[in-house]
C-alpha cells in the first residue's frame, strides 16, 4: 500500500491480483461504456475556485445524515463481489468504514449478516435492498432488518430488467456461474488470489453464500438463489407497502430526474441518491452530476439528496457537495481498496479520499464542509449557470 498514492493506484494494484474477470465485473460499465467514461468526464469539467487570504487551519469534514454524525461526506456504496476480491471482503469493507467514521451500506446480495454487522460497527450499518417478484420475501428481509436494528434502508429503484453487461458474459461471470475454459485459465493464471480466497474459503466451509435471505434460499454468491428474481413491476404502489411496515429513514436510490425525486418525496421517502447505478445499466444515461441541481432544486427542501457517479478524486465530492448532495457513495474505489489490500486497502482508499477533500476544502478558503455551495464552483454553459 506504501506506493498507493490514490484511488488510480490501488485500482492498478487490484486489477494485477484479482482475476481478469472479476476486475472487470467490478470495474467496468455495460454495452459501449459510453456512460462510464461520460460520468468521470462530466466531473472533470465542473471547476472549483480557489480563494486566499483565508484561515484555514482548523478545517471540518463532518456532515449530519439522518440524524448520524459522519466524520466525513463520504458513504460507502453498496456493492457486489467484495467476498470473492478478498477473503471476508465485505468484513473487510465495513471494518474500514467503521474505523473513518462513516456508513457501510450492505448490499441486499451480501454473504456477511446484518446482525453482524450491527454489532460490529453499530449505527453506521446501512442496508439495501432490491424488491423481489415475490413481495413477501421482499417484506420478510426488511422485518429482519428493522429487528436487526439497521436504521437507514437504501431501495434499488433502476434495475427492474437486467443490464446487457456482455464482457460478463463473455467471461462467464454470470448468476450462477458459468466455467469456461478461459476463465478457467484466468483464476490459474491468478494464484496467489486462488490461495488466499478460494482456498481459505474451501478449508473454512466453502464459498460464500447469500446471508440476508431467508434461510432455505442461502445459496453460495456464485450461485443465483431460487425466488430470488428482482421485480419488472416495480411501483410508487409497491413502495407505499414498504413504507408501511419500514420505520426508518427510506431512501430512493437510483433516480435520476426531478420528476421521480418529486414522486420519491410524495410517497414518503426521507432520501434520494441520484445515480446511474455506477453506469452498469443504461450506458446512454447522463452524468449523474449533470442531474444533481435539477434534483435538489426540486427536492432539496423536502428530503435528504445523495449522488454517486464516478468518485475517483475528494474534488469530486467536493463538487458534488456543492451541487446540493448532502453525501457521496462510493462504491468503487473502495471496492479497488478491497482487491488490491482487504481491510488495509479499503482503508486506504478512503484515507486518500478523506486527505483530497480536506486539501481542496482548504484550496478553496472554507473550513466547514457543509458550507461548500453553487457560489464555489462554475459549470460549463451547458450544464448550467
Not at 459501449?32 to 466531473?43: K, P, Q, R, S, T
Not at 478457467?184 to 482456498?199: I, K
Not at 464542509?369 to 449557470?385: E, T
Amino acid at each position: 500500500m506504501k506506493n498507493a498514492y490514490n484511488i488510480y493506484d490501488l485500482r492498478e494494484l487490484a486489477r494485477r491480483r484479482v482475476p481478469k474477470g472479476l476486475f472487470e465485473y467490478v470495474d467496468r460499465g455495460t454495452e459501449d461504456e459510453v456512460g462510464l467514461g461520460h460520468n468521470i468526464e462530466a466531473l472533470r469539467r465542473i471547476k472549483l475556485l480557489p480563494r486566499v487570504m483565508k484561515d484555514v487551519s482548523k478545517r471540518s469534514l463532518e456532515v449530519e445524515v439522518f440524524g448520524q454524525k459522519l466524520a466525513m461526506p463520504v458513504i460507502v456504496s453498496p456493492t457486489g463481489s467484495a467476498a470473492m476480491l478478498w477473503y471476508e471482503g465485505e468484513k473487510c469493507l465495513h471494518l474500514a468504514a467503521n474505523q473513518a467514521g462513516i456508513p457501510f451500506t450492505m448490499s441486499g446480495g451480501a454473504s456477511v449478516a446484518m446482525e453482524q454487522v450491527v454489532e460490529q460497527i453499530g449505527r453506521r450499518a446501512w442496508f439495501q435492498i432490491y424488491l423481489l417478484k415475490d413481495e413477501s420475501l421482499s417484506h420478510k428481509i426488511v422485518e429482519r432488518a428493522k429487528a436487526a436494528k439497521i436504521e437507514v434502508l437504501f431501495v434499488t429503484s433502476d434495475s427492474a430488467v437486467p443490464p446487457n453487461r456482455e464482457f460478463n458474459q463473455r467471461n462467464g461471470f454470470t448468476q450462477p456461474f458459468r466455467v469456461t475454459p478461459g476463465n478457467v485459465v484466468d483464476v490459474l493464471s491468478h494464484p496467489s488470489w486462488f490461495a488466499q480466497v478460494v482456498l481459505r474459503y474451501m478449508v473454512s466451509g466453502g464459498l460464500p453464500r447469500y446471508q440476508n435471505v431467508p434461510g432455505d434460499l442461502r445459496d453460495k454468491i456464485t450461485g443465483k438463489p431460487a425466488r430470488m428474481e428482482v421485480t419488472p413491476a416495480l411501483d410508487w404502489a409497491m413502495f407505499d407497502r414498504l413504507r408501511k411496515i419500514w420505520p426508518g429513514a427510506l431512501v430512493v436510490k437510483g433516480l435520476m430526474t426531478a420528476e421521480d425525486a418529486k414522486l420519491a418525496a410524495d410517497h414518503g421517502a426521507d432520501g434520494v441518491v441520484v445515480s446511474n447505478h455506477g453506469a452498469r445499466n443504461l450506458d446512454s444515461a447522463p452524468a449523474t452530476i449533470e442531474m444533481l441541481p435539477e434534483v435538489v432544486d426540486a427536492v432539496g427542501h423536502r428530503l435528504t439528496v445523495l449522488w454517486d457517479g464516478g468518485v475517483r478524486r475528494g474534488s469530486d465530492v467536493v463538487k458534488a457537495l456543492a451541487l446540493g448532495a448532502k453525501a457521496v457513495l462510493s462504491g468503487r474505489a473502495p471496492l479497488y481498496g478491497t482487491g488490491a489490500g482487504g481491510q488495509v486497502g479499503a482503508a486506504k482508499a478512503l484515507s486518500i479520499l478523506r486527505n483530497e477533500i480536506d486539501l481542496t476544502l482548504g484550496f478553496m478558503g472554507c473550513t466547514d464542509i457543509s458550507k461548500v455551495d453553487r457560489s464555489m464552483v462554475r459549470l460549463p454553459k451547458d450544464m448550467g449557470a
